[in-house]
């Protein structure tokens, strides 16, 4: 059905920002396609569902469909699907649509299907700042996705909602028309008038009379009630169909797509190729999701009111439809739609076997909120099999995020049960288990090269833990002078990482390759490891891993040392936003981060920084005693400070929970729902904030944004 009403409405009006809202079977995807036809070739469509709760994935999804439209640096669209606050990349994505040569238009649709706060903060944060010119445009289900409030306060929104929507007593006549139905004026108005003029109830109305309902007015019992729909759907469509067809669409309603391979699988059947190829020619709200009609999903609306019919049918079928269809998508190298449908089985120890062999290379790829979902979704089913393998993968996923305290509660939990069996990735528990004590350092250096050198002993031969083990066998000598046995473990290790692909591993070891030079002053090595840590860094878009603030410090400081102030400032910079991932969940490199940028800020003539970042170390020694030379290497730079007057309170003085705090000033969050989100008071945040104006020498929040930009505290290209 044309809309050029609506669709002229939208296009009269400039502002960046469409807010297209209403229930299901109002046509918005309809109407929005028509829109769009007026920005072709220059609109980017990106359709959401549950698995894009993630903020890198949806980032990614959104700067892809831009690039498509017209390309992009090629370094934004990497920042965006990098790991971190996703809300403080936004303005990177706002600004490459801002800078090119014409607007175009972007549509986020079913948006309903984002419900994570970080996600729809993000959703938000681009409608706030999308470039003039160009569009917006938000299809939902949800009427508080947005501020519209704010917005309209602007000028900036234009708003679509069901009454909008809502057809005419003409359109009525074309839609039904259209569908193969004759109907008089007289009951089209009536038609009308029942169903308030909702799209979808329109047209199940029409199928029904196509298909031989002996009611003249079949369609007056349809209303956007739930229940109404239902029943309507059972005794005017359902009940018209054979039983074969009812049980195909009822049972394959569990699905958001399907293919016919899919569907033979969990209805245990033959022939769903053909069978959705006559649902689709039928129109029964079927639509094919590529040109070749190997993959389709149901309407929305019609995909609810099945899935409900089956539940109220053949509630005991549920469970093993859902398991049918895990399995089938694991047997089709799908796994992680296999994992949604073994969640919604119940299949606890399917979710198990599959997340343990994903949950590193999602977590690798920067899916980080994809991987806690999965974590919390398991927390506590300690019955099913490599539950303590889970544990210690998630202990080490934790430790990386700088959260010790969920690092600490996950180790406990692998540590619960007796080491025994082998995990699907060829390692043995017992080597995973000791692998991650090593790790976590609890009972000193020398504890911690035995647990290397046995989890060593113990893994499989092509693990990539390997490489692992042999750079923290390395660090115990290192950490106890003895560089001339550090140094071949260190070069043992990076030929290990490198051939297993091993990239975010790299570039750390690289860099205490590059300490163990400073410390035998042989700065020209020093300066050349830094520089290929560095490259691997950039190469790889790992600037907001954990494994890069050592590298960053240690890059600051060999330019120090060769005078290159200008340089040293910036990779101290860079070194300061990954403050909060250094803490006593990874003890040793974190120690060594922050003791080379207290080396990085005294060079600099900055105590307050100096001092900050020591306090800090101080606090992983309390947690973790037995650190090699590291805390007598902080006590001599102590010394080094003492001797400076009081500590200077500047921007290097930031706490790590300041530093948390930082990427989210420039949003449109208020410090309320800072406070919110970071689970803490809204006086905490305030304080904090204060805090920052004053080692800022400000004394608003836009003048700290200011200040951000001109010292890199905020992500760049």
């Given at each position: 059905?044309a ?12 502002t960046p920002?469409?807010?297209v809202v209403a229930?299901?079977g109002?046509g918005k ?9 007026v920005?072709?070739?220059r ?8 698995r894009?709760n ?5 980032l990614t999804?959104?700067a892809t469909?831009v690039n498509?439209?017209e ?9 965006l ?6 809300i403080?990349?936004v ?9 090119m040569?014409?607007p ?6 079913d948006?309903e ?7 729809i903060d ?7 700042s ?8 938000i299809?939902?289900?949800d009427t508080s996705?947005l501020?519209?409030?704010?917005l309209?306060?602007?000028g900036s ?5 069901a009454d909008?929507?809502a057809?005419s007593d003409q ?5 039904l028309?259209?569908?193969?139905v004759d109907v008089?004026?007289?009951d089209?108005?009536?038609l009308v008038?029942?169903t308030e ?6 047209y199940?109305?029409?199928l029904?009379?196509?298909?031989g309902?002996p009611?003249?007015?079949a369609?007056?019992?349809v ?6 729909v ?10 018209r ?5 009812v ?6 309603s569990i699905?958001d797509r399907?293919?016919?391979?899919l569907?033979d699988?969990?209805v245990?059947?033959r ?6 190829e006559q ?12 040109r070749?009609?190997?993959?389709y999903?149901?309407h ?12 109220r049918r053949?509630p005991e079928l549920?469970?093993?439809l859902?398991s049918?269809?895990?399995q089938w998508y694991?047997?089709?190298?799908m796994?992680e ?8 089985a119940?299949d606890a120890g399917?979710?198990a076997?599959l997340v343990?062999n994903q949950?590193q290379?999602?977590w690798?790829?920067?899916r980080i909120?994809t991987?806690?979902?999965w974590?919390q979704?398991?927390e506590g ?7 303590s393998?889970i544990a210690?993968?998630?202990?080490l996923?934790?430790?990386l ?5 969920e ?5 406990a939990a692998?540590e619960r049960?007796?080491?025994?069996g082998?995990l699907?990735?060829g390692?043995?528990?017992a080597?995973?288990?000791v692998?991650?004590?090593a ?9 911690m090269?035995r647990?290397?050198?046995l989890a060593?002993?113990e893994l499989s031969?092509?693990s990539?833990y390997?490489a692992t ?5 390395g660090?115990?000598h290192l950490?106890?002078?003895?560089l001339?046995?550090?140094d071949?473990?260190l070069?043992?290790a ?17 860099a205490e390759?590059?300490?163990v030079?400073v ?5 020209h090595?020093a300066?050349?490891f830094?520089?290929q840590?560095l ?6 878009s790992?600037d907001?891993y954990?494994?890069s603030a ?6 600051a400081?060999?330019a120090?040392h060769?005078g ?5 400032r910036?990779?101290?910079a860079?070194?300061a936003r990954l403050?909060?991932l250094l ?6 490199v974190?120690a060594?981060?922050?003791l080379?940028l ?9 105590i307050g920084?100096?001092?900050?970042v020591?306090r800090?170390?101080q606090?992983?020694?309390?947690q973790?005693?037995g650190l090699?030379?590291?805390p007598?290497q ?5 010394t080094m400070?003492?001797?400076?007057p009081a500590a200077?309170?500047?921007?290097s ?6 530093l948390r705090l ?5 949003t449109h969050?208020?410090?309320?729902e800072i ?8 006086n ?7 805090a920052?104006?004053r ?22 290209d």
């Amino acid at each position: 059905m044309a809309r050029p009403a609506l669709v002229d409405q939208l296009r009269s009006r400039a502002t960046p920002v469409i807010s297209v809202v209403a229930p299901a079977g109002y046509g918005k995807t309809t109407l929005m396609a028509q829109w769009a036809e007026v920005w072709q070739p220059r609109v980017a469509w990106v359709s959401a569902d549950h698995r894009d709760n993630d903020p890198a994935v949806l980032l990614t999804y959104l700067a892809t469909a831009v690039n498509r439209v017209e390309p992009i640096t090629p370094a934004v669209l990497t920042a965006l699907a990098r790991p971190g606050n996703a809300i403080a990349v936004v303005p990177l994505l706002a600004a490459a649509i801002g800078s090119m040569r014409r607007p175009m238009a972007l549509v986020l649709d079913d948006a309903e299907a984002i419900t994570n706060p970080d996600c729809i903060d993000t959703i938000i944060e681009l409608a706030l700042s999308f470039p003039a010119g160009s569009r917006f445009a938000i299809v939902s289900r949800d009427t508080s996705l947005l501020p519209a409030a704010r917005l309209r306060a602007h000028g900036s929104i234009v708003e679509i909602g069901a009454d909008d929507l809502a057809m005419s007593d003409q359109e009525a006549a074309e839609l039904l028309s259209g569908a193969g139905v004759d109907v008089g004026a007289r009951d089209i108005d009536a038609l009308v008038q029942r169903t308030e003029g909702w799209p979808a109830g329109l047209y199940l109305a029409a199928l029904a009379m196509r298909a031989g309902s002996p009611h003249s007015d079949a369609g007056f019992s349809v209303t956007g009630d739930d229940r109404f729909v239902g029943d309507y759907l059972r005794s005017e469509l359902l009940d018209r169909v054979s039983r074969a067809e009812v049980a195909f669409l009822t049972r394959t309603s569990i699905l958001d797509r399907m293919c016919g391979g899919l569907c033979d699988a969990v209805v245990g059947r033959r022939g769903s190729s053909r069978t959705l190829e006559q649902l689709e020619s039928r129109n029964l709200l079927v639509v094919p999701l590529d040109r070749r009609r190997e993959w389709y999903r149901y309407h929305h609306l019609f995909r609810e009111l099945l899935h409900a019919e089956l539940r109220r049918r053949e509630p005991e079928l549920v469970a093993p439809l859902h398991s049918r269809a895990a399995q089938w998508y694991e047997a089709n190298a799908m796994p992680e739609a296999a994992i949604d449908h073994a969640m919604a089985a119940c299949d606890a120890g399917r979710v198990a076997r599959l997340v343990l062999n994903q949950m590193q290379p999602v977590w690798a790829s920067g899916r980080i909120d994809t991987v806690l979902s999965w974590m919390q979704w398991l927390e506590g089913r300690n019955d099913v099999e490599h539950y303590s393998g889970i544990a210690a993968h998630a202990a080490l996923i934790f430790a990386l995020l700088g959260r010790p305290g969920e690092a600490e509660r996950w180790a406990a939990a692998a540590e619960r049960d007796p080491p025994t069996g082998t995990l699907p990735d060829g390692n043995t528990m017992a080597a995973t288990l000791v692998y991650l004590q090593a790790l976590l350092c609890r009972s000193g250096i020398a504890q911690m090269r035995r647990d290397a050198q046995l989890a060593l002993a113990e893994l499989s031969p092509a693990s990539p833990y390997r490489a692992t083990m042999l750079h923290t066998e390395g660090l115990s000598h290192l950490l106890e002078g003895d560089l001339d046995r550090a140094d071949p473990l260190l070069a043992h290790a990076f030929d290990v990482a490198t051939g297993v692909g091993a990239m975010p591993f790299l570039p750390v070891v690289l860099a205490e390759r590059g300490i163990v030079a400073v410390l035998r002053d042989d700065w020209h090595e020093a300066d050349a490891f830094a520089d290929q840590a560095l490259a691997v860094v950039q190469d790889g878009s790992l600037d907001r891993y954990w494994t890069s603030a050592l590298v960053y410090a240690f890059v600051a400081r060999c330019a120090l040392h060769r005078g290159d102030l200008q340089r040293g400032r910036d990779y101290v910079a860079r070194a300061a936003r990954l403050r909060p991932l250094l803490s006593s969940a990874l003890p040793v490199v974190s120690a060594q981060t922050l003791l080379e940028l207290a080396r990085c800020y005294i060079s600099l003539g900055d105590i307050g920084g100096a001092r900050a970042v020591l306090r800090q170390a101080q606090d992983i020694f309390g947690q973790r005693p037995g650190l090699g030379n590291l805390p007598r290497q902080a006590s001599e730079l102590h010394t080094m400070l003492s001797s400076n007057p009081a500590a200077m309170h500047g921007a290097s003085s930031l706490t790590t929970a300041e530093l948390r705090l930082l990427p989210l000033l420039p949003t449109h969050l208020t410090l309320g729902e800072i406070a919110e989100r970071h689970h803490v008071t809204r006086n905490t945040v305030k304080t904090q904030a204060i805090a920052i104006y004053r080692k800022f020498g400000v004394s608003s929040r836009r003048a700290a944004i200011s200040r951000m930009h001109e010292l890199g505290l905020l992500p760049h290209d």
